[in-house]
């Protein structure tokens, strides 16, 4: 953990956070001391939410489909996400 000032504490632990929440999905804890390395796992982590949030709501689409090849086609594009 960095100790030159406040500001570095507070940013190591606000990158500790996030080395936190990757290992979470990967199962790897690796904290990153480069900013640039920090700032691309934070993108990365933003990405893999937002595709989270859009497969939960392909899966809900196809479950209230009433048409069958309405549903096997929202199915096929929640595995093309990635399930």
Do not use: C, W
């Not at 632990?13 to 990153?32: C, E, H, N, V, Y």
């Not at 691309?40 to 989270?52: I, S, T």
């Amino acid at each position: 953990m960095p100790n030159r000032d406040l500001f570095a504490l507070y940013q190591g632990l606000l990158d500790r956070a996030t080395a936190l929440k990757a290992a979470q999905i990967i199962g790897i804890f690796a904290p990153s001391d480069s900013p640039d390395r920090v700032s691309a796992l934070g993108e990365n982590l933003d990405a893999h939410a937002r595709l989270q949030r859009e497969i939960a709501a392909l899966r809900a689409q196809a479950e209230k489909e009433k048409q069958p090849n309405r549903r096997v086609e929202l199915n096929l594009r929640n595995e093309a996400e990635g399930t």
